[in-house]
């Protein structure tokens, strides 16, 4: 009993120190913990609300975006199926989403031709993150 006592007691002082560690972080050095909140703010600034975008991790930009679709088939199993045929693109193009936005290097769920041929980095003002990037359609 008094292993698990000890046992307990360490990782309540490892749990505190990690916490108190982003605190500072997040609060005191005005570093914010999440990258998609700083999409989510890009997005606003950068798009209008009728414009669709999409995004893997979409749950952040989803929340305060009501112009978000889920890409990754946790929120919707209709693009689940079309995952699950590496078929992502006809599901975006089927939605006329027009951007793609989300942790750089998950452009690599589409099929490399079909992102090389209909989509371009946005020109625009970057992603102040570190980590994500945004794509929008290539008008033809």
């Known amino acids: 009993i008094n292993s698990n006592k000890n046992l307990l007691r360490t990782y309540l002082a490892i749990s ?6 982003q605190f500072f972080f997040v609060f005191m050095e005005g570093e914010v913990a999440n990258s998609h909140a700083i999409s989510a703010r ?11 975008i999409g995004g893997l991790q979409s749950g952040t930009i989803g929340y305060f975006n009501s112009n978000v679709f889920n890409l990754d088939g ?21 939605r006329k989403i027009d951007v793609f936005i989300d942790w750089r290097g998950l452009e690599r769920a589409f099929d490399s031709t079909y992102f090389k041929n209909n989509w371009q980095e946005f020109k625009g003002a970057k992603i102040n993150n570190d980590t994500s990037s945004c794509f929008v359609r290539i008008i033809k």
Do not use: A, Q
Not at 74 to 94: A, I, Q
């Open 74 to 94: 946790k929120l919707d199993p209709e693009v689940l199926r079309y995952l699950k045929k590496d078929k992502l693109h006809e599901f975006v193009d089927k």
């Open 16 to 21: 505190f120190i990690f916490f108190s560690v």
């Open 42 to 52: 890009f997005i606003k600034d950068n798009f209008s609300d009728t414009t669709r």
